[in-house]
């Protein structure tokens, strides 16, 4: 008798498994494409960081001095007028990148001592060739714009 109330009990689960077995290729159903759309939304999603943009302003001529020579540190730049002329010279050392800075000959590297001369020839040190000048340009609005994606020939000024 109890063999059959057991067979009987067996029986009567047997439905509840089966939906329960139903109910859970579902939701791992669900749960995949979840789970693929989620991973789409973030494939889809940019992941790139912008460094700095290599062209950008940097003031009006007026704003430099006849003389100066004003290293701008946050774009690895100095910015030298030379009477009505004006130029960009990079301040990344040339040997490893640190910043150099402007000196009373020229430039100097803190990192190994490399020396450099007021046009960024190297005169002193392990770097190993002068520091880059980039293109400098007025703008219609007459601000200075420095291009560091265009090298340009050392001692090339724009006149202001
Ligand atoms: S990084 Fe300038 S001398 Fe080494």
């Given at each position: 008798m109890e063999a059959g109330s057991k067979t009987a009990e067996c029986e009567a689960n047997k439905m509840p498994r089966r939906d329960f077995l139903a109910w859970l290729s579902g939701a791992g159903v669900v749960g995949s494409a979840l789970a693929g759309l989620v991973a789409t939304f973030f494939f889809m999603k940019p992941r790139v960081t912008f460094g700095q943009p290599n062209r950008f302003l940097i003031g009006k001529p007026d704003d430099f001095p006849a003389g100066s020579?004003?290293?701008?540190?946050?774009?690895?730049?100095?910015?030298?007028?030379?009477?009505?002329?004006?130029?960009?010279?990079?301040?990344?050392?040339?040997?490893?990148?640190?910043?150099?800075a402007p000196s009373a000959t020229g430039f100097l590297c803190p990192c190994h001592g490399s020396q450099y001369d007021v046009d960024g020839n190297v005169t002193g040190g392990p770097a190993p060739k002068a520091l880059a000048w980039y293109s400098v340009s007025l703008t219609p609005s007459g601000e200075l714009e420095v291009d560091k994606d265009n090298e340009v020939q050392m001692g090339t000024y724009l006149n202001v």
């Amino acid at each position: 008798m109890e063999a059959g109330s057991k067979t009987a009990e067996c029986e009567a689960n047997k439905m509840p498994r089966r939906d329960f077995l139903a109910w859970l290729s579902g939701a791992g159903v669900v749960g995949s494409a979840l789970a693929g759309l989620v991973a789409t939304f973030f494939f889809m999603k940019p992941r790139v960081t912008f460094g700095q943009p290599n062209r950008f302003l940097i003031g009006k001529p007026d704003d430099f001095p006849a003389g100066s020579r004003l290293a701008i540190d946050t774009k690895r730049i100095c910015i030298v007028r030379d009477g009505e002329r004006m130029a960009a010279i990079s301040t990344t050392c040339t040997h490893l990148g640190c910043i150099v800075a402007p000196s009373a000959t020229g430039f100097l590297c803190p990192c190994h001592g490399s020396q450099y001369d007021v046009d960024g020839n190297v005169t002193g040190g392990p770097a190993p060739k002068a520091l880059a000048w980039y293109s400098v340009s007025l703008t219609p609005s007459g601000e200075l714009e420095v291009d560091k994606d265009n090298e340009v020939q050392m001692g090339t000024y724009l006149n202001v």
